[in-house]
């Protein structure tokens, strides 16, 4: 932690079993984006996945404008990149409110809520059945 106290906004981002604490401070000078103490580009290698995990400060036009700490668990690398998403678009949304109504629109704000279903028993897997035999 810095000596000198910045006020943040923080947020959390869900997506199937991944969690996203995200951590967003304003910035003058050009702003960046480390995901578990990785650069961004490196957490996130494809083109695709920097372009999820980023929609948020595209749609708001807030590019450059903060410093953002992500801490990142569970799940796989498409399903962090969105709970990412997710969690930053909460996070400019309570730090700014206006820009909330734009998040809400492009479905920023919205939770993904689909999950692996669970297996149930006398099941293969969650719905599909052992063969069956007539003889």
Request: proline share 4%; glycine share 8%; no cysteine.
């Amino acid at each position: 932690m810095s000596a000198t106290k910045e006020k943040y906004t923080q947020s959390v981002g869900r997506r199937k079993t991944s969690v996203a604490r995200v951590r967003i401070t304003p910035t003058q000078s050009k702003g960046g984006i480390t995901v578990n103490d990785r650069p961004f580009e490196d957490y996130f290698p494809t083109t695709e996945l920097q372009k999820t995990a980023g929609e948020p400060l595209v749609v708001s036009e807030m590019e450059g404008a903060f410093v953002i700490t992500a801490l990142i668990t569970g799940g796989g690398i498409h399903s962090q990149a969105e709970a990412l998403s997710h969690g930053l678009a909460r996070a400019i949304s309570t730090f700014k409110e206006e820009l909330r109504p734009t998040l809400k629109k492009a479905k920023l704000l919205t939770r993904d809520a689909r999950a692996k279903e669970r297996r149930k028993f006398g099941l293969k897997k969650a719905r599909k059945s052992p063969q069956w035999s007539k003889r």
